[in-house]
């Protein structure tokens, strides 16, 4: 009784101590159990033919499909290009992007120069804020057939190319695009990392002979590790997670062979088209899908680095 009684006293006053944390985990714990796990009840209407007004709760008023909506999927004329290109995308990007923030918050720890150093980081912020719209605009105009890049092409003495009908350029539209608009923003948790490391290493390594590139090797990567395997996991868990919105912004039929995606997919097909039971389908299959990367890419994280989520 009285171990008991030690240990009830041990977690009042852990929950006393960190009371302000808790308080201030407290609205981002409301809104995802509003936003993200009060509507998890509407995945049943993956297993019925559900329409706008009939109830999906009641086992007698629902016309029930089991597996109907997945099986259609997956035999339906779209799902390889859908898939293929779903998990090319997000594959480019993690190839071609991943390492971007991290170089460019390594070379950025490494300007000395206060007001450059602080102007150079704004800068690779504001493309984050930029609406996908706007974005969106100007990656159509440059690309048109009388846009800049068509005109730096002519220039050199070549032909125009209409960027935004040929399929084979959209992966390096989207890909350069999206590393641009994100790098920036992806490098604080790397900056924010390398802003603890003592001070003292540096001085150390220097008096040891050590040139700053060996500095940043040895001392401000190591520092940054953790970070870049948590956030690897985190990109390998959405490889089938490609930004919809923009590609809706940006594609067009005529681009559909590289550029149509199961987000777009959805939208056209479950959201205008009022298929929600196929889309509901589709959008759990998925994250069951990204459930199972994220959850082998935890545990290779975990057994060969010792770094995981859980």
């Known amino acids: 009784m ?18 302000q944390l808790y308080l201030i985990m407290l609205p981002v714990l409301v809104h995802l159990f509003i936003f993200s796990y009060i509507p998890m009840y509407g995945i049943v209407i993956a297993f019925q033919d559900y329409y706008p007004g009939k109830p999906f709760l009641s086992f ?27 998990f090319l995308l997000s594959f480019y990007y993690l190839v071609f992007g991943f ?58 003495g070549g032909t125009p190319i209409a960027l935004n009908t040929e399929p084979a350029y959209f992966p390096a539209i989207y890909t350069i695009t999206s590393i641009w608009k994100s790098f920036g923003w992806s490098s604080i948790l790397y900056l924010a990392a390398m802003s603890s490391v003592d001070p003292n290493l540096y001085e150390a390594a220097k008096m040891d002979g050590a040139n700053r ?12 590790r953790p970070t870049i395997f948590i956030l690897l996991i985190f990109a390998i868990g959405s490889l089938l997670s490609a ?14 062979e590289t550029a149509d995606v199961i987000g777009t997919y959805l939208y056209r097909d479950g959201l205008l088209g009022g298929n929600f039971s196929m889309g509901t389908a589709v959008g759990l299959f998925i994250s069951l899908i990204n459930f199972t990367l994220l959850y082998i890419a935890n545990s290779l994280s975990h057994k060969y680095s010792d770094y995981a989520l859980w």
């Open 2 to 19: 009285k171990a008991i009684s030690q240990q009830g006293k041990r977690r009042s006053f852990h929950l006393r101590d960190n009371a």
């Open 60 to 86: 007698t008023d629902v016309n029930w499909v089991g597996l109907k909506h997945f099986i259609n999927f997956f035999n339906g004329p779209y799902f390889g290009r859908l898939m293929r290109n779903t």
């Open 213 to 224: 590139f060996k500095q940043m090797l040895h001392i401000s990567l190591p520092s940054i």
């Open 99 to 156: 390492w971007v923030p991290i170089v460019f918050s390594l070379l950025l720890n490494e300007l000395k120069h206060g007001v450059f150093k602080k102007f150079v980081q704004t800068a690779s912020y504001l493309p984050h804020f930029i609406s996908n719209v706007v974005v969106a605009g100007m990656v159509l105009s440059f690309i048109n057939v009388d846009g800049i890049i068509n005109v730096i092409i002519q220039m050199f």
């Open 243 to 256: 930004n919809s919105e923009f590609i809706l912004l940006i594609y067009n039929p005529m681009v559909y």
